[in-house]
């Protein structure tokens, strides 16, 4: 007797039954828009190795937020430029700080919009590190818990100007414990944590640290952010941070760690983020405007892999490319 042959091309062979089929359906509805915001108003300085990115004042960024919000882009998170940056990073969490003062803007000008903020230093700090630093030279350490206290603060600082969630990317130890603890104290029980809990110490952030302005001016953060060999320890991260009370996890970059992205997805409960960082960026726009790649088929295929990785957040700085080309599908 003989089987009847299965045939996997039969449902490939027309369109309709392809989306029919399909195991991952893309949409907007998980796309966060990464911003920079800086001090002044009528200022748009666009980063030269990312295309199409700028740091922008909070007038300006307002502007692009109406955009990104008529595209159907539900999130955006928001980094700061500082006018003075010192040891502390203290205007990274002043009521007056950049990021602080664009949160309002953005809640008044579309109050449907998600606002995310960066909790970390290392924009807002003399040296750049995402701490507090002890020691002199080669004995300089970074601070864990003088850290952790500044980074609840400036949680709460955000909190304070209307974030609906905060998102440290530090990778200090306690952090997500120490801020919900302060945001709780302060009634901002509905403000949600986001947490770079696997994030990887990559050559993927290059672009980001023009942008930002925060390269450390010594050493790296290889003393705080993951080995890239390592995947075992990013369970124990999120782990860790769950147990401290994070609400949404993410992993850092992307396209490298989508392993990562698939093991944190089956192991866990909660949904997933994926921050698809400076560089992923970079690569596709360089390639593309030599010729060598096609933008949006390429950009659509890295956006759908990080979904079948298993990540429905997706941090992007082809948001608002990818919103234009999902509505005219
Ligand atoms: C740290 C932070 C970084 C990025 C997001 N948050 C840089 C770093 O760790 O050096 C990188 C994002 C990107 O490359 O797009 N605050």
């Not at 955009?67 to 998170?77: K, Q, S, T």
């Not at 006018?83 to 109050?111: C, F, M, N």
């Not at 992307?254 to 192991?267: C, G």
Request: aromatic share 6%; proline share 5%.
């Amino acid at each position: 007797m003989s089987f009847p042959v299965h045939r996997p091309r039969r449902l490939r062979s027309s369109e309709a039954l392809r989306s029919l089929v399909r195991e991952t359906r893309i949409s907007a509805a998980g796309l966060v828009y990464p911003m920079f915001v800086c001090p002044g108003s009528g200022v748009r300085a666009e980063v030269s190795s990312m295309p199409g990115i700028a740091q922008q004042s909070a007038d300006k960024l307002v502007e692009e937020v109406r955009e990104a919000a008529d595209l159907g882009i539900p999130a955006v998170i928001l980094f700061g430029l500082p006018e003075h940056k010192d040891e502390k990073g203290t205007e990274g969490y002043i009521a007056s700080g950049v990021v602080q003062r664009a949160i309002e803007a953005i809640r008044k000008a579309r109050p449907e919009m998600l606002v995310i903020t960066d909790v970390c230093l290392c924009e807002y700090t003399s040296h750049g590190h995402c701490g507090v630093i002890e020691g002199e030279k080669s004995a300089a350490k970074i601070a864990n818990d003088p850290t952790i206290e500044l980074l609840a603060k400036m949680a709460l600082s955000h909190a304070q100007a209307g974030a609906h969630i905060v998102a440290p990317s530090d990778m200090m130890d306690g952090r997500v414990a120490a801020i919900r603890k302060r945001l709780d104290a302060n009634s901002f029980e509905d403000v949600a944590i986001l947490s770079y809990a696997a994030k990887y110490c990559s050559g993927f952030y290059g672009p980001f640290r023009e942008a930002a302005q925060s390269a450390p001016q010594f050493g790296d953060r290889r003393s705080y952010q993951m080995d890239p060999a390592n995947s075992r320890e990013a369970l124990k991260e999120v782990t860790q941070d769950l147990e401290e009370g994070a609400d949404i996890i993410m992993v850092k970059p992307a396209l490298p760690y989508l392993d990562l992205i698939h093991r944190v997805r089956e192991a866990f409960d909660v949904p997933v983020a994926a921050y698809n960082v400076s560089g992923e960026y970079a690569m596709v726009k360089a390639a593309a405007q030599n010729g060598w790649i096609d933008e949006k088929r390429v950009t659509l295929e890295i956006f759908t892999a990080i979904q079948r990785a298993g990540a429905s957040i997706v941090l992007t700085y082809h948001a608002k490319d990818l919103a234009r080309w999902l509505k005219a599908c």
